[in-house]
Nanobody, 121 residues
Framework: QVQLVESGGGLVQARGSLRLSCAFS????????MAWFRQAPGKEREFVAA???????YYADSVKGRFTISGDNAKNMVYLQMNSLKAENTAAYYC???????????????WGQGTQVTVSV
């Protein structure tokens, strides 16, 4: 059973930076597509970024150039570096894992509990 534990959320001022971390355990990390999603109050969950098993990366248009996803196979960790944060980035951020290749319809089998990011103006 895969377990995902996020950390690194918090309160940050607009234009600031945060790095989220996701610890993966229970299976072979390097064979999973890993992703970050977020959900703001009253809104649907949305895709933020993903890193495939081959460590190719994919981003939502809204975060390209500001967010960077990376995976560390040695540590079984995935990170989301968020720079130039905006108030509209305020949301609960979730780490997710899938055995499928990355794509717009990738089904994610495992989810973390989420970590809150709040960006103040």
């Amino acid at each position: 059973q895969v377990q995902l534990v996020e950390s690194g959320g918090g309160l940050v001022q607009a234009r600031g930076s945060l790095r989220l971390s996701c610890a993966f355990s229970g299976r072979t990390f390097s064979t999973y597509t890993m992703a970050w999603f977020r959900q703001a109050p009253g809104k649907e969950r949305e895709f933020v970024a993903a890193v495939s098993w081959s460590r190719s990366t994919y981003y939502a248009d809204s975060v390209k150039g500001r967010f960077t996803i990376s995976g560390d196979n040695a540590k079984n960790m995935v990170y989301l570096q968020m720079n130039s944060l905006k108030a509209e980035n305020t949301a609960a951020y979730y780490c997710a894992a899938s055995t499928q290749l990355w794509g717009p319809r990738t089904k994610y089998d495992y989810w973390g509990q989420g970590t809150q990011v709040t960006v103040s103006v």
